[in-house]
């Protein structure tokens, strides 16, 4: 077991003041981009009745004990989400949110159980935008960090250049040589079936188990063979993803089988995600329940519905929203290791020393 070295010991302090230093310009330089476009900041309840219902996100628990010592399950939430739409609902038009997010099962290098995530919202504005705003940000970011490059575990990217925008099959095709639209049904609504993708796995030697699901396989070929090679040199926006893998995400129009959702990449590294937001409550319900049945049979457990969201989706306008890792993203602009260099005061345990330190 690794000792600890806790970050509040001086030296460790000064070792990691400057990343925290130019954090803090960061996020004033973000903060002066939204100001700038008309956002309004909001705050967050971080306890929500639901945390999200995405198949392979952990949430924390918190029971509410009531003056007759009942109790009731809470949760800290791992997006702001339900909340920002809402509000979506409610009237707002744009806003964004600085929030403190929190996830379990979650720690190495670029995770923390605690951490923050930038997310914004544009009601009536296509998700295309949202890509825009992100060139924008990663250009402020290094700036305010006095950075020429993004930088991590010796990749880099230029902020400042045009991000290259790459969609997910065209991404299959070229690092897995994988036709990934062949694997996909022809009815949009139908679930893909696995064998046509575990047999292309298995062809480029990716392992897969009698029970992967589509979803399994296809993750399992992004981070293997995908993702380790997104946005070296400049940042990679990868856009069109299989609907079956955007919960949250509107359909495309002119291909259903495909989604309107986008991740950020640099230096390998994943930034944001971003939708055009699905308003069908209907459609959402469904989602939700296949995700919390899957979970259920992976996991053991789920967690539930926020019935109130799901009525408030019913009524929220056609928007765009978007989340984004913060300390992430200061990370590449500083040039920081582990993400706890970027946390002014982060979790400490005997199992994950300080950075710099112990190991």
Request: proline share 7%.
């Amino acid at each position: 077991m690794a000792s600890v070295s806790p970050w509040w010991h001086r030296d460790i302090h000064a070792d990691r003041r400057p990343f925290l230093l130019a954090r803090n310009r960061i996020v004033n330089a973000l903060r002066g981009f939204f100001m700038d476009e008309d956002f309004i900041e909001v705050e967050t309840a971080a306890l929500q009745v639901s945390p999200g219902n995405e198949t392979h996100l952990h949430a924390f628990q918190a029971d509410l004990i009531g003056p007759d010592a009942s109790r009731t399950p809470f949760y800290l939430h791992t997006s702001p989400e339900f909340a920002c739409k809402k509000l979506l609902a409610a009237g707002e038009e744009r806003i964004f949110t600085l929030a403190h997010v929190f996830r379990n099962r979650e720690q190495s290098a670029l995770h923390h159980p605690e951490f923050s995530m930038l997310e914004w919202y544009r009601a009536g504005e296509p998700y295309h935008r949202l890509m825009e705003d992100c060139a924008a940000l990663m250009r402020l970011a290094a700036q305010a960090a006095g950075a020429d490059v993004f930088r991590f575990r010796g990749r880099e990217a230029d902020p400042f250049a045009e991000p290259e925008r790459l969609p997910v099959p065209e991404a299959f095709s070229r690092f897995a040589g994988l036709d990934l639209m062949a694997t996909l049904p022809a009815h949009a609504d139908a679930a893909p079936e696995p064998g046509r993708l575990a047999e292309a796995a298995a062809a480029i030697g990716i392992r897969t188990a009698a029970d992967d699901t589509w979803s399994d396989i296809f993750s399992r070929i992004l981070s293997d063979r995908i993702e380790p090679h997104l946005g070296f040199g400049r940042p990679t926006i990868l856009l069109d993803y299989p609907a079956s893998e955007a919960a949250l995400a509107r359909r495309k129009r002119c291909d259903p089988r495909l989604s309107e959702r986008f991740e950020l990449y640099a230096c390998g590294v994943e930034l944001a995600n971003g939708f055009g937001e699905l308003t069908d409550a209907a459609e959402q319900r469904r989602r939700f329940e296949a995700d919390m049945a899957e979970k259920q049979r992976i996991y053991g457990e789920r967690y539930p519905l926020d019935e109130d969201f799901l009525q408030a989706l019913a009524t929220m306008p056609p928007a765009s929203g978007i989340a984004l890792g913060l300390d992430r993203l200061v990370m590449l602009a500083t040039g920081a290791a582990r993400i706890e260099q970027v946390i002014w005061t982060p979790l400490a345990t005997p199992s994950h020393a300080m950075p710099g330190r112990s190991t």
